[in-house]
């Protein structure tokens, strides 16, 4: 005969036994009986994220023009470069798209490009600064010419006077007076300053790039620090991955020391020694990119012969699908463009193998709807 215990024990555990088959059933039936797997959360977490990028980036070109087939040729590259499955997948860490910066992401025409501009500001209007003669009379120059036509050699002239004018600043107190500069009223538009002054639909393809996994480095002839201080605040791309022109450094304390005779010493500060050592343009920005970056881009955009060797560089014999971009400037009516000469620079881009994004026919805006041109230019 079994004890009492034994027999107690049995109804409990039967008992018990019940009540967990009960709970599973209704536990079944309100859908909630088992919880995901670790596997099936990170699945599940992947798929919102893929949809939410899905979403970003069926959004934000909207500053593009409906049916524009240009941006449809960059949207393509970018689906098959993304797409393990796609004989266009290129590897994250391949994904390397290099912009210019003056006329290709930003304007250039109010009247002269951003740096010109600052520098004609700081030699002539900055109370702490007695430009010398010959400084002083680069800067009259590019006042003098605006809204006509440049004057042949003044980007040589410019840097070279720009980089003795900023001698014995820092990088941070040049960035600091670009940083107020970019408050100043964009020359030949209204509703726009020039720190504002980005082309919406390109600022729209960096950040479309960037929520696809692509590395964007900025490669322009513009001095590196000043294309630092434009930058901040309006696109997430970091210092160092800004190339530009170099104007030299030298230390405080160094005196007339040769850089590799001097130590840098406690109390030193960096500050720019007045000499510049040639425009990043054409061939400069391909060795520019090979020693600074170390990769093949896969994608490049520009806007003018100075980028014609970076775009080429990029699209010739790549390990990876690459294609080049051309930014045209032939809007008259929201813009300074001039559709004759651009007509026959699309012939050369496209003949190249470039794709042109037109500014009159690709971009629905260019600065936003609020932003007009002066009609005093």
């Known amino acids: 005969m079994k004890s009492c215990r034994s027999l107690h024990g049995g109804v409990h555990i039967t008992v018990a036994l019940a009540i967990a088959i009960v709970l599973s059933s209704v536990l079944a039936l309100a859908g909630c009986n088992q919880a995901p797997s670790s596997q099936e959360q990170a699945t599940s977490s992947q798929e919102a994220t893929s949809s939410q990028e899905d979403v970003q980036a069926s959004t934000a070109l909207s500053s593009w023009s409906e049916g524009s087939k240009s941006l449809q040729v960059l949207t393509d590259f970018v689906e098959a470069a993304t797409d393990q499955k796609s004989s266009g997948y290129i590897a994250p860490e391949d994904r390397i798209a290099v912009f210019d910066l003056d006329g290709t992401l930003m304007c250039e025409t109010y009247p002269w490009c951003f740096e010109y501009m600052v520098f004609a500001d700081y030699a002539l209007n900055n109370p702490s600064y007695q430009a010398p003669d010959d400084i002083a009379a680069v800067a009259h120059e590019i006042i003098d010419s605006a809204w006509g ?188 463009g001039g559709p004759e000469e651009a007509a026959e620079e699309r012939a050369g881009y496209e003949e190249s193998g470039f794709t042109v994004f037109s500014m009159r026919d690709d971009f629905a805006t260019i600065y936003g709807d609020k932003v007009t041109k002066d009609p005093e230019h």
């Open 149 to 336: 036509q440049k004057p042949e050699g003044m980007s040589t002239r410019q840097a070279q006077a720009a980089a003795i004018a900023y001698a014995g600043l820092t990088p941070e107190e040049l960035e600091e007076y670009v940083t107020n500069f970019k408050s100043s009223k964009a020359e030949g538009f209204i509703g726009m300053t020039r720190g504002e002054a980005w082309y919406r639909p390109m600022v729209e393809v960096v950040e479309y790039l960037q929520a696809n996994g692509f590395d964007v480095y900025i490669v322009t002839a513009t001095e590196r620090n000043i294309v630092r201080a434009i930058v901040a605040g309006s696109l997430d791309v970091d210092p160092s991955h800004v190339i530009g022109t170099e104007y030299g450094y030298k230390a405080t304390g160094q005196g007339d020391e040769s850089a590799g005779d001097y130590t840098f010493q406690p109390g030193d500060e960096v500050v720019f020694d007045g000499s510049y050592e040639g425009e990043n343009a054409k061939m400069t920005k391909v060795d520019a990119i090979v020693r600074e970056i170390g990769k093949q881009p896969v994608l490049a955009f520009g806007n003018s012969s100075g980028d014609v060797a970076m775009l080429t560089y990029t699209v010739s014999d790549n390990e990876n699908p690459s294609a080049a971009f051309m930014v045209l400037a032939d809007d008259e009516k929201r813009e300074y």
